[in-house]
């Protein structure tokens, strides 16, 4: 009887760990997913940019951020202050490289599907519009942002 009692008790055991097993296999599989998260403060945004590789800072692209800011955003935007948007200091720290591109070039889906941008919405009450800005200007004034933010 102690035999079978004790058969039956490893049977049961190995049963368990079998059924146990598939949750413990699933959670690394869940951890890409999590890295790339679509929506929030760590997500990527919704739009034409799905990935920005950073390098050392481009003065020289910066540069040309700063004219295209200066001529396209700065009607709307300062760095320390809330004006029409927020102010834009510390971004790069906020917010992902993708993130900034996407609310730069598709600002308008950004605050019908990315819960940040759409807080911002709520909060600022004023559509930022999309200001004809190609992918390449959009990638300098990140450029612009990073140094302003201490990039290096
Ligand atoms: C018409 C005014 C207006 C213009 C022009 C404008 N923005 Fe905005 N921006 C806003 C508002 C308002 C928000 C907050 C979201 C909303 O309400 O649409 C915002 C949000 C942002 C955000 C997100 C800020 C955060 O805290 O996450 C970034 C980045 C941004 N704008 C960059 C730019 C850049 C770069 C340009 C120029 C290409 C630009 N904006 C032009 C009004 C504007």
Request: glycine fraction near 6%; hydrophobic fraction near 40%; charge should be neutral.
């Amino acid at each position: 009887m102690k035999g079978w009692a004790s058969v039956l008790f490893l049977c049961s055991l190995l049963a368990f760990v079998a059924c146990s097993r598939p949750d413990e296999s699933s959670s690394p599989a869940s951890t890409p997913a999590q890295a790339a998260a679509p929506a929030g403060h760590a997500g990527k945004g919704v739009g034409p940019i799905q990935s920005v590789q950073l390098g050392a800072l481009d003065p020289s692209m910066a540069e040309k951020g700063k004219a295209a800011f200066e001529q396209k955003c700065a009607a709307c935007h300062r760095f320390e202050e809330r004006f029409v948007g927020p102010p834009l200091k510390g971004i790069t720290q906020r917010r992902t490289p993708e993130w900034i591109m996407n609310m730069i070039l598709n600002p308008v889906e950004m605050t019908q599907k990315d819960p940040t941008a759409k807080e911002l919405l709520a909060n600022y009450l004023t559509q930022m519009t999309y200001q004809n800005v190609s992918e390449e200007e959009a990638r300098a004034i990140l450029e612009y942002f990073r140094q302003l933010d201490g990039a290096s």
